[in-house]
């Protein structure tokens, strides 16, 4: 498995991004894909998630509402469009292929790519 991301950046509190992250193999073959964060000083979190047996799709309360998982099988990319930025989502940013879990809302990684820089400042 080969996860790249990319669309990271620097962007003003309340802009857009778009992260990709282009997959080796079929984004269908997997449980699930995702994302996850880490700030400076800050331990891993799990961002969101996007369970293949049935589309489903969770977030950390802290980007519910503003950010949104979605995968394109057609061209083996998951995404995570990220609006209403704020400082604190600062934080290299990984996909990450494994499971979620529902009742936290939360996913469990398998396999983590590299990750693209998101810093939010203005």
């Known amino acids: 498995v080969q996860l790249q991301a990319s669309g990271g950046g620097l962007v003003q509190p309340g802009g857009s991004l778009r992260l990709s992250c282009a997959a080796s193999?079929?984004?269908?073959?997997?449980?699930?894909i995702g994302w996850f964060r880490q700030a400076p000083g800050k331990e891993l979190e799990a961002v969101a998630c996007?369970?293949?047996?049935?589309?489903?799709?969770f977030y950390r309360d802290s980007v519910k509402g503003r950010f949104s998982i979605s995968r394109d099988d057609a061209k083996n990319t998951a995404y995570l469009q990220m609006n209403s930025l704020k400082p604190e989502d600062t934080a290299v940013y990984y996909c990450?292929?494994?499971?979620?879990?529902?009742?936290?809302?939360?996913?469990?990684?398998?396999?983590r790519g590299q990750g693209t820089q998101v810093t939010v400042s203005s």
């Open positions: 996007f369970a293949s047996n049935d589309g489903r799709t």
């Open positions: 193999g079929s984004t269908s073959d997997y449980y699930a």
């Open positions: 990450a292929t494994g499971y979620c879990i529902a009742s936290t809302q939360t996913m469990i990684e398998s396999y």
